[in-house]
T-cell receptor, first 115, second 114 residues
Framework: NAGVTQTPKFQVLKTGQSMTLQCAQDMNHEYMSWYRQDPGMGLRLIHYSVGAGITDQGEVPNGYNVSRSTTEDFPLRLLSAAPSQTSVYFC??????????????FGPGTRLTVL | AQSVTQLDSHVSVSEGTPVLLRCNYSSSYSPSLFWYVQHPNKGLQLLLKYTSAATLVKGINGFEAEFKKSETSFHLTKPSAHMSDAAEYFCVVILYNQGGKLIFGQGTELSVKP
């Protein structure tokens, strides 16, 4: 299994540009999520999905869109990049279930800089 | 609201000495808690998890944590630090009523001196 994969590893954007961060997992996990990591703030949840066709907002959803057309893929879209979105982005997946304690598996991260 | 607070942003120890990384939680019900580790430029790896079974939880690489309800704490310890333990550590609480979302503490950076 490749686990959770993310592309690209690094990206530099200009303010106002759009792009999509890709995330895929091959573990047949129902639950997928996107986090951003900023110094001194831990990881903050952007959006999550409990299964194909179902998405919901996390703590910091503004400026980001997601969709979940398949179990494997969970792309994160920046519609109009802003310098405040400079961060490291992590995708994670796990077996779903609100009453189950499931380890989330994290991808290696995408380091995004917005100029 | 559920939250976690890591009491130290940076901890420095000498190789071979004990490690203590402190975490306090706030929860309106009995929480489930994790510790994750992140090595430089890497993703996050689960160290251990508390699931209300045993209050003393053993994890990978010799780490363990004790859940203390009276103190609302879940501190991470290791008897003897190794150079490879240098990393950032996150205390995390899971929100069952929100589809299993994770709430992260701010992180503690552990440095290990030779």
């Amino acid at each position: 299994n490749a686990g959770v994969t993310q592309t690209p590893k690094f990206q530099v954007l200009k303010t106002g540009q759009s792009m999509t961060l890709q995330c895929a997992q091959d573990m047949n996990h129902e639950y997928m999520s996107w986090y951003r990591q900023d110094p001194g703030m831990g990881l903050r949840l952007i959006h999550y999905s409990v299964g194909a066709g179902i998405t919901d907002q996390g703590e910091v959803p503004n400026g980001y869109n997601v969709s979940r057309s398949t179990t494997e893929d969970f792309p994160l879209r920046l519609l109009s990049a802003a310098p405040s979105q400079t961060s490291v982005y992590f995708c994670a997946s796990s077996l779903a279930g609100a009453n189950r304690i499931n380890e989330q598996f994290f991808g290696p991260g995408t380091r995004l800089t917005v100029l | 609201a559920q939250s976690v607070t890591q009491l130290d942003s940076h901890v420095s120890v000498s190789e071979g000495t004990p490690v203590l990384l402190r975490c306090n939680y706030s929860s309106s019900y009995s929480p489930s808690l994790f510790w994750y580790v992140q090595h430089p430029n890497k993703g996050l790896q689960l160290l251990l998890k508390y699931t209300s079974a045993a209050t003393l939880v053993k994890g990978i690489n010799g780490f363990e944590a004790e859940f203390k309800k009276s103190e609302t704490s879940f501190h991470l310890t290791k008897p003897s630090a190794h150079m490879s333990d240098a990393a950032e550590y996150f205390c995390v609480v899971i929100l069952y009523n929100q589809g299993g979302k994770l709430i992260f503490g701010q992180g503690t950076e552990l440095s290990v001196k030779p």
